[in-house]
Every structure is written in C-alpha cells, then in structure tokens.
C-alpha cells in the first residue's frame, strides 16, 4: 500500500502499481450506486483473484451488496481491461478485523487493539501493536500492548507513515462491531421508510461471504 494521491478517494492508506490503476476504474462505479472503496488486491491465488473489499457509507455490506458491486464494476472492468489475463473477481466487505483506511476508520475503532505497519521508522519502530487512544487531524496515538524497556508507553503515528494497518479480533471488537453494524441497519431501514424486523444484534453483522465470478 501507499499513500499516492487519487481525486476523490479520501483514504489515507492507498494502493501502488495495477492495484491503483483498478482503484482509479472502480472508485467512481462504487460512488454512483452509494459505496465506498476499502481495498483493492490482484493476488495469484487460484491463477489471478481481484479482491475488492467495499462498503456502504453506514459501513454495513451485505452479501447482496457484494452481488450488486460485483455486477457494477464488472463491465467497467471489462471496458478499460487492465488485467491482461483471465481472473477472478471477488467482492466481500471489511469483515470485523477490518483494515483502517480511512482517518473516520481510526476515530471509529478508538479503544480496540490493532497491527500497524509504517513506511518510515517512527520512535525506532516500523510494526506496532496496541490500541487506538485518539485519532488526531494527522496522527493517531497508539498505546503500546507491550512496551520494550526505555520506550514510552505511547506512539504518535504519522498517518502518512501509515502503510497498513489492521484491527485484531477481540472479544471486545466482535461485540462492539456487532452492536455497530445492528444500528447502522435499523438506521438504514428507517431511511428507507422500511419496517424495523429486531434483527437480534450481530445476526449479520460479519458479512464475510464473497462473491466470486470468473470473467
């Protein structure tokens, strides 16, 4: 990953070589039905896969969502064709040990444990792990899971420093995404005008099914 400028994507951590080129096709296809890009990876798992991980403004994705992604970008895909070689798409959501992406991803998960990885050194370090105390207009300050001798208990991060960075599953994450997802869906069916079924909280709340289509 890499933080190479794109108009209109507001993600801190971006992708570099043929990954930003389908990132740059998609982004807008995304846009225009009401998601949002997460990440974007051509992999040669099974011969070539292009994962693409979305998600709704609410941050919810759905394995109907996944569908509806993978039926927009494919033809967008198939006319600017930027994989020279036959591959499979699939579309999944962030799942709940989530890469952050995006600064609101940080102030989001503030309180849960993460795995950072920076470009540069920051306070002699290159890989971190703690959890996110406060997510600042340019840094985000992480509180060290274990702290070597002589290292100060917290780390101010860069975020353009940031290369990648991942929430670990935690029993406290399950429930607080859980919690997370269930009201961002009964806010969603409130918009919508549609009625409120008491889906008991988390019942989907991972949609870590994929849709995978061979083009």
Not at 40 to 69: F, K, Y
Not at 81 to 88: T, W
Not at 157 to 174: F, G, H, K, M
Request: proline share 4%.
């Amino acid at each position: 990953m890499t933080a190479t400028a794109s108009e209109g994507d507001d993600r801190i951590i971006r992708e570099s070589g043929i990954d930003a080129r389908i990132a740059l096709i998609i982004q807008p296809v995304l846009r225009g039905i009401g998601f949002r890009l997460v990440r974007v990876h051509l992999s040669g798992q099974n011969g070539l896969t292009l994962q693409i991980m979305a998600e709704r403004e609410d941050g919810t994705m759905t394995v109907e969502d996944c569908e509806e992604v993978s039926r927009a970008v494919s033809p967008a895909l198939d006319v600017d064709d930027p994989i020279e070689k036959a591959y499979h798409l699939e579309v999944s959501s962030p799942g709940i040990d989530r890469p952050l992406v995006r600064k609101s991803d940080f102030a989001t998960w503030a309180g849960h444990l993460v795995k950072m990885e920076t470009s540069i050194v920051v306070a002699d370090r290159k890989r971190f792990k703690g959890k996110i105390v406060e997510a600042g207009e340019d840094d985000v300050l992480i509180e060290r899971e274990k702290a070597a001798y002589g290292e100060e208990p917290t780390v101010r991060v860069p975020y353009d420093a940031i290369s990648e960075t991942r929430l670990i599953l935690t029993d406290d994450l399950i429930r607080d995404a859980l919690s997370k997802d269930n009201r961002a869906r009964k806010e969603a069916k409130r918009r919508r005008g549609e009625p409120d079924d008491d889906v008991p909280e988390g019942a989907e709340a991972d949609a870590t099914e994929e849709h995978e289509q061979e083009l």
